[in-house]
T-cell receptor
């Protein structure tokens, strides 16, 4: 069965550069969540989308933006990268924001900022 | 105080032992997830619970909504079970969506 696909798996950028992370949800899933997990840290919620509209916002820096496209894939755009942005970024998808819809996670994109 | 707390934080077991990881939460929830994360790896959802008990292979998850408590049990543990196990709750925060709040995780090491 198709899973949540994230690309790239690994990304190395320098300070002040930009990065774009992509998340392809499971087919027919209309809700995408983005999380950031720093080294040794708990995952932190960044932002979520439902039906191509932003549905909730967490601790996402102003330097970051995200959107969900008509095919439901989502992109996280990160600008003016800082060393502290080095983390594992993973997304999850579900069918609607329904309370009983299982959440499926991608394998994550490991971003290293040097 | 964290909204989702797990215990123990670290657990070392011998192969074959029965393992229990506990999760307590303080917020109203619609569902609870047990997740597994291998070192440097992505997250795999093991269970999603809103009531009762679920079993998958050697894994069993239970939840008591009234007591706001859930447990993950691993029977006949194996070294390949070594990973971080995370309890995450889908909570209500007054908005239109539910947010997933993660517990601090339990690092399990199963020794042969």
């Amino acid at each position: 069965a198709a899973g949540v696909i994230q690309s790239p798996r690994h990304l190395i950028k320098e300070k002040r550069e930009t990065a774009t992370l992509k998340c392809y949800p499971i087919p027919r899933h209309d809700t995408v969540y983005w999380y950031q997990q720093g080294p040794g840290q708990d995952p932190q919620f960044l932002i979520s989308f439902y039906e191509k509209m932003q549905s909730d916002k967490g601790s996402i820096p102003d330097r970051f933006s995200a959107q969900q496209f008509s095919d439901y894939h989502s992109e996280l755009n990160m600008s003016s990268l800082e060393l502290g942005d080095s983390a594992l970024y993973f997304c999850a998808s579900s069918l609607s924001q329904g309370t009983h819809s299982p959440l499926h996670f991608g394998n994550g994109t490991r971003l290293t900022v040097t | 105080k964290n909204e989702v707390e797990q215990s123990p934080q670290n657990l070392t077991a011998q192969e074959g032992e029965f393992i229990t990881i506990n999760c307590s939460y303080s917020v109203g929830i619609s569902a609870l997830h047990w997740l597994q994360q291998h070192p440097g790896g992505g997250i795999v959802s093991l269970f999603m619970l809103s009531s009762g008990k679920k079993k998958h292979g050697r894994l069993i998850a239970t939840i008591n909504i009234q007591e706001k408590h859930s447990s993950l049990h691993i029977t006949a543990s194996h070294p390949r079970d070594s990973a971080v196990y995370i309890c995450a709750v889908l909570g209500y925060f007054g908005g239109a969506t539910n947010k997933l709040i993660f517990g601090t995780g339990t690092l399990l090491a199963v020794q042969p």
